[in-house]
């Protein structure tokens, strides 16, 4: 038996499992999303928005470069059924 005043404590591992799974958005989304966000900062037109929309456009070459590099070239031959 337990005495008054002893504190059990139960841990549950379970409590990972509440949360949901987070699934990052594809190199597409977020290339797609960078153009976005720089036309729409250029309507504003302000002197401060351009140093951001440049950072942002860095980031759009960057996750471009990233895309290339993990594209497959494929060859004709791939596109014709030769025997």
Do not use: W
């Not at 549950?12 to 900062?41: H, N, R, T, Y």
């Not at 302000?46 to 497959?72: N, P, Y």
């Amino acid at each position: 038996m337990k005495a008054r005043g002893d504190v059990i404590e139960e841990i549950s591992s379970d409590s990972d499992d509440d949360e949901p799974e987070v699934i990052p958005p594809s190199l597409k989304e977020m290339i797609e999303a960078c153009q976005k966000f720089e036309e729409d900062c250029l309507l504003i037109c302000e002197e401060a928005v351009l140093d951001f929309v440049e950072a942002v456009h860095q980031l759009r070459g960057h996750l471009q470069k990233l895309s290339r590099e993990s594209t497959k070239q494929t060859k004709i031959d791939m596109f014709f059924n030769y025997k």
